[in-house]
């Protein structure tokens, strides 16, 4: 019955049980659903894992949670595992995209159908140009990399402008970062009056201009995006970039409204930080992720390990995970 919601048979039944005849033991349990003790002792790790038992501050022994709490537990974990699953599927997209990129950028123009590539930041700027004119109905831009410089904003004005008052659809997704970042939010809300759409998240995989969604923009390198970039028109390459591109749309917030908390209190930002520290990135790396500084990624992950109660990186991971805000690591 409980299956869908990550608990076997057996954790199922002697979850049951403890409910239905708190403080038994092992050989009670094993009784009172007709299985043995093993069995029994299999089940109770699969709950202790789970957070649905809990040493008894009265016998000392292991307590079931109560089930308005542990359905709550269960099903924030299966968001949690939902969640995760969406991201994997959008970094394998975005590293799809970023693969194809590379490889085209080691082979000749005309051995890739489909694929131009831009060599420096003149070229890349000229051909988005180029671009923006021939548009008919949408621009999608994923603008990672933190605040937006003022080279950066005045180069951009004249052409949002442009397509603006051509009635052309601009739908932009920043890093929330931006949300502290003056001259950004200026840009953001100007951009906005003239009725293109802001949203925010976490983080983004990649840099990336889809036009008409019939072509895309995107770097040859994460790390050098002015070093050159490719120009992507083949049919099933630009149907996985426009699913990703709307799948993270979706879960983004309006610049306009406060960023949005889950259930456990956490903001995305918090969310995709502890995530990120559970998989082992260092403060540099989640803080260009992310789009902030070092120290301000440092005192957010301090902030979530003393909200966890956990003394290392190591044991926050394990510890968010015990608390549903990470899905269960496979084994």
């Given at each position: ?66 089930p308005d709490i542990g359905m709550e537990i269960l099903m ?61 109905g949408e621009v999608m831009t994923f603008a990672p990399g ?186």
């Amino acid at each position: 019955m409980l299956s869908a919601l990550g608990l076997d048979t057996t954790a199922e039944a002697v979850y049951r049980a403890m409910l239905a005849e708190p403080g038994g033991g092992v050989a009670a349990l094993a009784t009172r659903i007709g299985t043995t003790e093993q069995l029994v002792r299999e089940g109770l790790d699969v709950l202790s894992g789970l957070a649905l038992v809990r040493p008894s501050a009265e016998t000392g022994g292991l307590r079931a949670v109560s089930p308005d709490i542990g359905m709550e537990i269960l099903m924030a974990r299966q968001q949690a595992e939902l969640a995760a699953q969406q991201q994997r599927l959008e970094a394998s997209r975005a590293v799809a995209a970023q693969l194809i990129a590379e490889y085209a950028d080691m082979r000749p123009a005309a051995a890739s159908p489909g694929v131009e590539q831009l060599i420096g930041l003149d070229r890349i700027r000229d051909r988005l140009t180029r671009l923006t004119r021939e548009v008919r109905g949408e621009v999608m831009t994923f603008a990672p990399g933190g605040p937006q410089t003022e080279e950066n904003i005045a180069a951009s004005r004249p052409l949002d402008a442009e397509l603006l008052e051509r009635g052309i659809r601009t739908r932009v997704v920043y890093l929330d970062s931006v949300r502290h970042h003056k001259p950004t939010v200026e840009y953001a809300n100007w951009t906005a009056s003239l009725g293109g759409q802001v949203r925010t998240v976490a983080s983004l995989p990649t840099r990336l201009i889809i036009v008409d969604r019939t072509t895309a923009v995107i770097p040859v390198s994460s790390e050098d995006t002015a070093g050159g970039a490719v120009v992507l028109t083949g049919q099933g390459t630009l149907t996985a970039l426009c699913a990703l591109y709307d799948s993270v749309w979706a879960a983004a917030q309006p610049l306009g409204e406060a960023p949005a908390r889950d259930i456990h209190g956490l903001s995305a930002q918090e969310g995709a930080i502890i995530s990120l520290l559970s998989a082992g990135h260092t403060d540099e790396a989640i803080a260009k992720r992310l789009g902030v500084s070092a120290r301000t990624s440092r005192r957010i992950a301090n902030d979530l390990m003393e909200r966890l109660g956990a003394r290392s990186r190591f044991e926050a991971g394990v510890r968010a995970v015990q608390h549903g805000w990470l899905p269960t690591r496979p084994g």
